[in-house]
């Protein structure tokens, strides 16, 4: 499949897709949204892939949503075509694990959409921010919700504030990123950790992200107990048996993904 603002490829399971508008800093058009809208849907229905991969280049993962696309619109036009929601939200939406692999400038919608993702790898260079208040407006893709969520509010609100950006060291002290790896090891690490999730059970894979996700929806009991029957329904799945036989008898699984 060709695309025009992203690049889509697959490899030993993984569904990567990397922003590519090189010319505006990934800036993120309706195409380039819709293309990834496509993307997804295709890296979904497809069996061989167990894992997606969110990326963009060395200097950008994305500068936001593209301003000069919007600058013109008219409130009728944004809340008549419900902008931003229709289309981004797919992402957050998505059922098999994603990663972000991010490097350079995850500004706006960037850090947005990085935040839809599963779990974010930052290079040593990456740098978050919501930066929207500096351009006449707020966040419109969940950045005041997620942001809040991961960091707390101290921080989130003074970063929706100001409009600062916070680098990459004090992104994962404050929680909203996994681990840093250095710039030149992005790829290569954000690579081996989705080969390693795409080569385990599928359903089972599924159910931990949905039981992880049900943290934020609901309260802890209520989570708990959703968990919990997850969990014995793993022991519906002919993967639970091998995984556990495989231990016992000192060998590799090898899953059934069923
Ligand atoms: C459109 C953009 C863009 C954006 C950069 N470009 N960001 N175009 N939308 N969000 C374009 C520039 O206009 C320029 O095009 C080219 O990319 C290179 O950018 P420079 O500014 O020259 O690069 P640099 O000096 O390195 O500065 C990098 C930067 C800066 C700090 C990231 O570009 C910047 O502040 N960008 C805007 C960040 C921002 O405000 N994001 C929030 C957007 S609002 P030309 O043609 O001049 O070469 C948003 C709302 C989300 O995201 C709402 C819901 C999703």
Redesign the pocket.
């Known amino acids: 499949m060709t695309f025009e603002n992203i690049i889509l490829e697959k490899q030993d399971g993984v569904g990567v897709i990397t922003l590519h508008r090189p ?3 990934n ?2 058009c309706a195409a380039l949204i819709d293309e990834m809208g496509i993307a997804l849907d295709d890296l979904e229905s497809d069996d061989a892939i167990g894992c997606i991969l969110v990326t963009g280049s060395e ?2 993962f994305a ?8 600058k013109d619109k008219t409130f009728q036009q944004a809340y008549g075509e419900d902008f ?1 929601t229709k289309g ?1 939200e797919r992402l957050s939406q998505t059922r098999k694990p994603v990663i972000a692999a991010v490097a350079g ?1 995850a ?4 850090c ?1 959409i990085a935040m839809m993702c599963d779990f974010i790898l930052a290079a040593d260079t990456a740098k978050f921010g ?3 208040i ?2 006449g ?1 707020i ?3 969940g ?1 005041t919700q997620r942001l809040t969520r991961f960091v707390g509010k101290s921080k989130a609100m003074e970063l929706c504030l100001t ?1 600062r950006m916070m680098d990459a060291e004090e992104a994962e002290r404050a929680g909203l990123v996994a681990r840093v790896v250095p710039a030149a090891e992005l790829q290569e690490e954000a690579m081996k950790t989705a080969r390693k999730i795409a080569g385990l059970s599928r359903p089972v894979v599924l159910m931990a992200k949905e039981a992880v996700n049900r943290a934020f929806e609901t309260t802890l009991a209520e989570g708990v107990k959703f968990e919990r029957r997850l969990f014995h329904a793993t022991f519906a799945l002919e993967d639970q048996k091998e995984g556990m036989a495989a231990f016992a008898e000192k060998r590799a699984p090898a899953w059934k993904n069923r």
């Open positions: 010319k505006a800093l800036a993120l200097k950008t500068a936001g949503a593209d301003i000069k696309e919007m931003i981004w400038y500004l706006g919608g960037g947005e919501q930066p929207e500096t351009i407006t966040p419109g893709s950045g409009g």
